[in-house]
């Protein structure tokens, strides 16, 4: 069929590009390869990977099904959190361990934790593991709560709020309340995740003290590419066929699919869990390469920010979100890390730190006017215009991907 | 005759507002019926509540041969207990093709599980391609059907209930908006329908109700004025006053 035709090929232009993304900053990586592109560029270019997952999961859930979620980037934060308590503790543990081995006494089991504790948490004015650290010894349990953690709290919020058919602008602002709600808690200090605080070292890979960082960077970029990668076609087959279909049906007439039989608050329910696990996911690659986790990044803004990427990027397509994403995150440190000139009106200067944020806000309101389509709707006039002589499909990504290397570069 | 659906006694109001009074009505297995009124009449407040978008304050809505009360289910359970519903307006899904229209209204299992591994199988595809033929879109299979006429998407979303197999089909004015030929297509479709299901029809042009060649209930603020022929009710004194006598 000519529609599941068309987006098959998009996702092996997708997949095909990532692929070669990958290869090439690998090559010209400090760590494994020429060494054009510095280490905190590949950390930027992981983190940009991650970001496009968790973009594609606020596009099943908005693009898709309409649901405009206002909390995917805490889900995301959580993700974080989960995998830097076990990052946090391990290291802590292994340079405890070192310390005290020269000890005259071998330290007991309950020193060793009481030390671990007083360096995590000395800075919050706490000796003792609080209760939710249970776990932070295993790997595996902190690997299963990046999962378990967001999935649960998206699984009670989405059935309670769904169950009483809470819908639109409504469910938005609930979901930014639930958002706000979970930044405000971790910002106090005695919740046992280092308040404002957060978790720092992130970087620092237990076990692994003598790989140096130029190599790390380059493993987290393969991890993000393999993990983007497996969430996108994941999200392909969720939306190629009949799913697809209810999905888009209760985006655009929730009643209409009740009536042809189809329980549509449970279809919100899953989709609304399952991405916050994706988000999830993402999130427990993106902070490892940030070095640190806290609040400020789960605050109500970065939620927003994520509906803004996917909405500049092209609601309704997958590989729009992740151009948006991509696109707009790394223009947007661009401006923000004073890389960019600033311009002189005589009168004034424009400071792009500053000023980016208004020109961000005026794009979004742009594109929301007059190109509903976002950057993703370029393809489909591309594609019009070369259809009869060429295949119009395949030119479409191509470009796409263009725009996100010029943006990298 | 057994019945298929049973309505009895059912009351509902609006902000004090009674927009349907002590309503009874029943209709059999393989029937097809109209169902007429003045505006407020509550003609499609009546399809409301069969449907379960509007729970009423009293009164029974009994279902087929296990006497299911519908009362207290959810509109998609409704749904796939076999009642298929046409709005007035034709609500289709505008951004997806016609094909995938009728594949979503296509009786299969309904749940997420079975839907995320759902591939249309061949025969599924052929029963589709089968109702395009019925509904005259045969040639718009792979069209949005946001790009069909009115009259395309009354066929499309008719088509999309004869897909749920539903034991029983609830029209609300299939005709509006139709040009002569279309109306009698649109006729045909119905009266086709019937033979093997329930078909309730809420229509206000008398000629498409003649032509439909059914029983007649005649609603009024809230309850049954008259029912029987079409003949027997255009006759009775209280209809001609309170409805076509306006």
Known sequence: MHLFHKRGASTVIFLALLVAFTIVVTLLSEGMGVGIISTSFVKTLGKTLCLALVAISMDLVWGYAGILSLGHFALFGLGGYMIGMWLMYERTREIVVSSLADAPIPPTVQEVSDAIANQIFGVVGSTEFPLIWAFADSLLAQLMLVVLVPGVLAGVFGWLAFRSRVAGVYLSILTQAMTLALSLYLFQNDNGLRGNNGLSGLQNLPGLSDVSQAVVSVWFLWGAALALGLGYLLAVWVVFGKFGSVLRGIRDDEARVRFLGYPVETYKLVLFTGTACMAGIAGALYYPQAGIVNPAEMAPIASIYLAVWVAIGGRGRLYGAVIGAAFVSLVSSWFTGGQAPDVSLGFYTIKWVDWWLVVLGLSFVLVTLFAPKGIGGLFDLLERRTAPDRHGADLGPDQGALREKEASE | ?246
């Not at chain 2, 005709?175 to 809420?202: C, D, F, Q, S, Y």
């Not at chain 2, 309850?223 to 009775?236: C, I, K, M, P, R």
């Open chain 2, 1 to 246: 005759m057994s019945t298929l659906l049973e309505v009895s006694g059912v009351s509902v109001s609006f902000d004090g507002f009674r927009a349907i009074n002590n309503l009874s009505f029943h209709i059999g297995p393989a029937e097809m019926r109209a169902i007429i009124g003045p505006n407020g009449a509550g003609k499609t407040t009546f399809m409301d509540i069969v449907t379960g978008k509007t729970k009423p304050d009293k009164g029974r809505v009994i279902w087929g041969a296990r006497h299911l009360s519908l009362l207290g289910l959810s509109e998609a359970r409704i749904a796939r207990e076999g009642i298929g519903r046409k709005f007035q307006k034709p609500t289709v899904f505008e951004d997806q093709s016609v094909q995938e229209n009728l594949l979503m209204a296509l009786k299969n299992p309904r749940g997420p599980l079975s839907v995320l591994f759902y591939r249309p199988l061949a025969a599924h595809l052929a029963r589709v391609a089968a109702l395009a033929e019925e509904i005259g879109l045969a040639d718009h299979l792979h069209r949005k059907s946001g790009a069909l006429s009115h009259g395309q998407k009354q066929w499309l979303e008719i088509g999309m209930l004869l897909a749920q197999e539903p034991k029983l089909l609830l029209v609300d004015e299939p005709a509006a908006g139709m040009t002569p030929a279309e109306r009698e297509h649109t006729t045909n479709i119905l009266v086709e329908a019937a033979k093997t299901r329930a078909v309730v029809v809420v229509e206000h042009d008398m000629e498409f109700v003649r032509r439909l060649g059914c029983k007649v209930t005649v609603l009024h603020e809230g309850s049954v004025l008259a029912e029987g022929s079409l003949d027997h009710v255009t006759a009775n004194k209280e209809v001609i006053d309170v409805y076509l006598g306006r």
